[in-house]
């Protein structure tokens, strides 16, 4: 069975500063992980994907996350907040990169505060 | 590319109405859908997996007859809420892959209100 975890359902930052979203997965078998992002009443963007490639993955709109297979963590970061990042963020694991069903964690809102 | 477009974006009818829900892949051919549910401030919870062709896999918990997943085409799956109750007021939300190791894309949801 996989699961996630996503530490602090609310993260408020200033803009300009870093913005770090946690997140921790538990999978039986090497996981595939993603972010994703969702503003009010739509669907899901997705931000980046780690696939068994390269453990730094960067991804769109200045959003990287690194894979660290020690602490089973995949963290989402981006150097300096902007305004428009305010939404809400989902990690997600599956088993395969595609045709497979995700499971997300229970997601985190990041506010930036002007 | 590989945009997914979902409709209607909101609907409100009122208690014992059925409710079409369409989920199509515009640029590319889904071999597999997926539908999730997604309550207030909630995560994305996985109600059924859809394959072309062949009968939806329901997850453990979810009334396949109460939620009628099609999946008639490469290009569209959808989802009838029968009889709906105000408790399944919610969002609606698909996604669709290509296939084996192909992303998921997902739609822009459905805000499903039932009076």
């Known amino acids: 069975a996989q699961s996630v975890t996503q530490l602090g359902s609310h993260v408020s930052v200033s803009e300009g500063a870093l913005v770090l979203l946690r997140c921790n997965y538990s999978?039986?078998?090497?996981?595939?992980l993603f972010w994703y992002v969702q503003y009010p009443n739509q669907g899901l963007q997705l931000l980046l994907k780690?696939?068994?490639?390269?453990?730094l993955v960067k991804g769109i709109n200045g959003f990287e996350a690194e894979f660290k297979k020690s602490e089973t963590s995949f963290h989402l970061t981006k150097p300096s907040a902007h305004m428009s990042d305010a939404a809400e963020y989902f990690c997600?694991?599956?088993?395969?990169?595609?045709?497979?069903?995700?499971?997300f964690g229970k997601g985190t809102r990041l506010s930036v505060i002007a | 590319g590989a945009v997914v477009s979902q409709h209607p974006s909101w609907v409100i009818c009122k208690s014992g109405t059925s409710v079409k829900i369409e989920c199509r892949s515009l640029?590319?051919?889904?071999?597999?859908m997926f539908w999730y549910r997604q309550f207030p401030k909630q995560s994305l919870m996985l109600m059924a997996t859809?394959?072309?062709?062949?009968?939806?896999?329901?997850e453990q918990g979810v009334e396949k007859d109460k939620f009628l997943i099609n999946h008639a085409s490469l290009t569209l799956s959808t989802l009838t809420v029968t009889s709906a109750h105000p408790e399944d007021s919610s969002f609606y939300i698909c996604?669709?892959?290509?296939?084996?190791?192909?992303?998921?894309?997902f739609g822009d949801g459905t805000r499903l209100s039932i009076l």
């Open positions: 999978s039986s078998v090497p996981p595939y």
């Open positions: 640029d590319f051919q889904a071999t597999t």
């Open positions: 996604s669709a892959s290509a296939g084996f190791d192909q992303p998921q894309h």
């Open positions: 859809s394959n072309e062709g062949s009968k939806a896999t329901y």
């Open positions: 780690y696939t068994s490639a390269a453990t």
């Open positions: 997600a694991v599956s088993d395969r990169a595609g045709n497979t069903p995700l499971v």
